[in-house]
């Protein structure tokens, strides 16, 4: 079972809120990664790290930063909430290789 | 043309059906293939890797042809918790950040 954790599960916050999604894993897993899933949808990836001090846009475009000071800690955030922001949010990790993607839990953010 | 293309569904099966699911891949040097399941609202979870030689987990089998650049899933026994979005997700590029999902597969199981 991976042990990769997001918090908060939910959020609901107004719009231009500052706000910043936890992703922490405990496997010392060098790459991480955040995607985007809209209800039905199939997700996108937006931000992923190969290890401390990197990190890079994804495919898809967003608004929001990621940060990478420490191995199991990979953050996201949004300086300016909006509601086209209202989506799932979804941290995972993986070994080195080709390995697959242990999930986090998801946030569900909603901006209103 | 999608780099990696699922059947939505939903397929409605009975309960104690066999049934099989396919996905189709573009990028014939694609290295590394996966089944997840994902509930409703929920993370995706990891299934299966998927083998060269076809690898089974319980009632799940997953097997790779790459001839026609497919994966494909059987489920046997069906059981009603076996209802989900079934994700194909396809690594082109070994060691790499870029994994491609397909867009599920819905399974219903009915009593």
């Known amino acids: 079972e991976a042990d990769i954790y997001q918090t908060p599960r939910y959020l609901v916050i107004g719009t231009g809120k500052k706000i910043t999604l936890e992703c922490s894993q405990t496997m010392g897993h060098d790459k991480m990664y955040w995607y985007q899933q809209d209800p039905g949808m199939e997700l996108h990836l937006i931000h992923y790290s190969y290890g401390v001090n990197s990190t890079e846009k994804g495919d898809l475009s967003s608004e929001s930063t990621v940060s990478r000071i420490r191995t199991e800690h990979f953050p996201l955030t949004l300086e300016s909430a909006r509601p086209s922001h209202t989506s799932q949010y979804l941290c995972?990790?993986?070994?080195?290789?080709?390995?697959?993607?242990?999930f986090g839990n998801g946030t569900r953010l909603t901006v209103t | 043309r999608k780099e990696v293309e699922q059947d939505p569904g939903p397929f409605n099966v009975p309960e104690g059906a066999t049934v099989a699911f396919n996905c189709t891949y573009s990028?014939?040097?694609?290295?590394?293939f996966f089944w997840y399941r994902q509930d409703c609202r929920k993370e995706p979870k990891l299934l299966m890797s998927v083998y060269s030689s076809g690898n089974e987990d319980g009632r799940f089998t997953a097997q790779l042809n790459r001839a026609s650049q497919y994966i494909s899933l059987l489920i046997r026994d069906s059981k009603l918790s076996d209802s989900a979005t079934y994700l194909c997700?396809?690594?082109?590029?070994?060691?790499?950040?870029?994994?491609?999902f397909g867009t599920g597969t819905r399974l219903k199981v009915l009593a």
């Open positions: 997700v396809v690594n082109p590029t070994s060691g790499t950040y870029k994994y491609i």
């Open positions: 995972a990790s993986s070994e080195p290789g080709d390995s697959p993607l242990h």
């Open positions: 990028n014939s040097a694609s290295q590394s």
